[in-house]
């Protein structure tokens, strides 16, 4: 008879919450690495005979007398379970040897533990059984219904109040947009979270849980509190398990009902703006993280409990890979775990959902992670985030896949798969794509806009040029009449009129004499200045400066209408072809020659499209943008910012202009239109395209 291992003194086993189908469970605990394992009746039973010291005698011990059928086999695979948990006794040279074996693993894998949890590594700071076991009487009324009936009252009251001063809550927000309001947005998020905290322990002490540890976790390195609440898994009432995963939610929601009230009843000051922030902050946060059940937060674990389900998230990953198998390759596996069929569709929508969340989530980290640190670092970072979180799941399913070939046959699954990767290659991998699609502006070939050169009125005679009117070259289109200027007129020649006669009339007077050639100078100067005013005013004539047709606003041209200085009276567009102008990036401007074709689509429906030749590229990149309707301050599609001194609109990345003309559609255009511009260029791959782009990123980033 061989001797079995013995079980480590220090375990506990505790019964646990019974499974859907009614079976029990119990929890066997680890206090020295403070894990938890479900286990069956089946594994229950085999424990409870462990004295008899034989596999043997365990096995039928449990068929007779219990309704279960064991068999040696399931015996030897708890075995392996409590030795692959270090659950047993050391008691020869192989158990240490595996145990040296598995301390020396741990060792070298120090570097990758590090590399997949830098970015949440917990830190505790405290013990606080002693606290919350001394404390414990000062928040048992918190547990009452009578309290949170007393919150829902507070809450509804608040929100009355607040609604009678609706505009004054919401541009509260207006006044906390400083460095100031950052801090008190700050200090509100640590005083509520300190709170969310403390629930979740007094809630797990109230029903017999020993929280260990609370501390602080690095969140993408940013300081969160955190409370070790494993052992609610021991809590058998799926109930209480619930109100220890939604107590830092609870009491979150009640601190915004009770600052929601103070907010309303308080007066303008300090307090009034703390009670605002408590009233916002908490529960927008509790909402946007806690809630979230795609990742191990509270609403994970709220879920968790509610489906009566431990290792949710593995659990559902196991049948969504089962259902992307079984739909890709028809293996025929048998499906993980028996549960009813709409579980089984919820579980598999939960996982492909939290996979979707998940990559999103670390994506938005490794950029932040990018962006956060100097440059080798932050690419670095950026490879260890992508590659563990998002390349590695698939990387190991793809092996999974390969070590199952053999398996492989051609049915229905597989034919699909492989039409559906013929076609994914195609796109991907053969080089179809051909062209570069930019935004880009049309316009007539020669056009010019008439402008006011200082502030006016039409005069009624000559009439003045209306919309549509085909003018020829110097031809009067309207006339301003500036009260201003023919005051400053008449006022310039009076005192060059003077200026002459003293000039005439200085050799007959003395006094006039004394002032030398003075007076000389000072007339040329007041002839200087009635030239100036008339050449003005000769301004105000408003002609064309070369033959076309008259754009113009009926009311801006209406005579008699006051205009300002620098208004746009006219837009004169001369007959004849039309000119293009596209704006590439970087990327795509090297692909672009000139005498490529270039089709433009405009953006409105009636205008057919326009095939033209590029003409040139510029040697350079843009500095400024000359077409406001392609800026994105102006809804257009290129991301750019106005300069404040200049007023000029700057690209915010790097922009190449495209020059395209000889287009086909007959005559020119009457205006300026945007649109899209389809650029000939060789044919390339996505997959070339994308390798061009990693390539490009990482020359410029790190000088490669």
Request: net charge neutral; charged share 20%.
């Amino acid at each position: 008879m061989v001797r079995l291992p013995q079980l480590r003194q220090e375990l506990t086993l505790t019964p646990g919450a019974a499974t859907p189908d009614g079976a029990p469970t119990w929890m066997l605990h680890d206090p020295a690495a403070n894990r938890f394992f479900q286990i069956g009746w089946l594994a229950f039973e085999l424990l409870a005979r462990w004295p008899l010291d034989d596999a043997r005698a365990i096995v039928e011990g449990v068929n007779r007398e219990t309704t279960l059928t064991a068999t040696l086999a399931d015996f030897e695979a708890l075995v392996r379970m409590l030795r692959h948990q270090n659950l047993l006794v050391s008691s020869n040279a192989t158990d240490t040897a595996r145990l040296e074996h598995h301390d020396a693993a741990q060792q070298t894998s120090r570097t990758m533990w590090l590399l997949k949890h830098y970015l949440m590594i917990r830190i505790p700071l405290w013990h606080p059984m002693p606290f919350l076991r001394a404390a414990e009487r000062y928040v048992r009324f918190a547990f009452r219904p009578v309290s949170w009936v007393v919150v829902a009252l507070v809450a509804l009251i608040g929100l009355i109040l607040v609604s009678r001063h609706w505009d004054e809550f919401v541009h509260t927000f207006h006044n906390y947009s400083d460095w100031r309001g950052l801090i008190g947005v700050g200090i509100a998020l640590g005083f509520a979270k300190i709170l969310h905290e403390f629930a979740h322990a007094f809630t797990a002490q109230r029903y017999g849980c020993r929280v260990p540890t609370m501390g602080i976790a690095l969140l993408v390195m940013l300081p969160v509190l955190y409370t070790d609440t494993t052992e609610a898994w021991k809590v058998p009432g799926r109930r209480a398990r619930l109100w220890i995963g939604a107590a830092g939610m609870l009491s979150e929601v009640a601190l915004a009902a009770f600052a929601t009230l103070a907010w309303s009843l308080l007066p303008d000051g300090p307090l009034r703006a703390g009670a605002f922030m408590l009233a916002t902050t908490t529960w927008v946060a509790t909402l946007a993280i806690n809630a979230s059940p795609f990742m191990r937060f509270d609403g994970y674990f709220l879920l968790s409990d509610w489906l009566d389900m431990p290792n949710l998230h593995d659990r559902a990953f196991a049948l969504g890979r089962w259902w992307l198998r079984e739909r890709l390759f028809g293996f025929g596996d048998p499906q993980p775990e028996p549960c009813p069929a709409s579980r089984r569709r919820f579980l598999i929508a939960f996982s492909f959902a939290t996979w979707l969340y998940r990559l999103v989530v670390f994506m938005s980290i490794a950029l932040v992670v990018y962006h956060a640190f100097f440059k080798l670092l932050g690419m670095l970072l950026f490879c260890v985030e992508f590659g563990w979180f998002i390349m590695r799941p698939v990387w190991r399913e793809a092996q999974a896949t390969w070590q199952r070939r053999d398996e492989l046959r051609w049915c229905r699954e597989t034919r699909r798969s492989a039409v559906l990767a013929a076609v994914l290659l195609g796109v991907f991998v053969l080089p179809w794509h051909a062209g570069v699609s930019a935004p880009a502006v049309l316009a007539p070939q020669r056009a010019q806009g008439l402008y006011t050169v200082a502030p006016g009125y039409v005069a009624d005679t000559p009439p003045p040029a209306r919309d549509g009117q085909h003018v020829r070259a110097g031809e009067t289109l309207a006339v301003l009449v500036s009260p201003d200027l023919e005051a400053q007129l008449a006022s310039a020649t009076t005192n060059e009129a003077m200026l002459r006669w003293e000039v005439e009339q200085q050799s007959f007077d003395d006094r006039l004499q004394k002032q030398g050639t003075a007076l000389a100078r000072r007339w040329e100067s007041a002839r200087q200045t009635v030239a100036g005013l008339q050449a003005q005013i000769a301004q105000l004539t408003i002609t064309a400066p070369f033959e076309g047709t008259v754009q113009a606003n009926d009311d801006a041209q209406a005579a008699g209408t006051w205009l300002p200085r620098g208004e746009r009276i006219y837009d004169l567009i001369a007959p004849g072809g039309v000119k293009g102008d596209a704006y590439v990036g970087e990327d795509d401007v090297a692909r672009l020659q000139a005498g490529q074709s270039a089709t433009f689509v405009g953006s409105l429906l009636e205008l057919a499209a326009r095939h033209c030749t590029i003409d040139a590229i510029d040697k350079v990149n843009v500095a400024t943008l000359d077409a406001p309707s392609v800026a994105s301050p102006y809804g257009g599609p290129i991301p750019a910012e106005q300069n404040a001194k200049t007023r000029q609109l700057v690209p915010l990345t790097a922009t190449w202009q495209v020059r395209f003309g000889q287009c086909s559609g007959g005559n020119g255009l009457g205006r300026e239109i945007t649109g899209t511009a389809h650029l000939g260029a060789g044919r390339q791959s996505f997959a070339v395209e994308g390798v061009r782009f990693v390539a490009a990123v990482l020359q410029r980033e790190v000088g490669f």
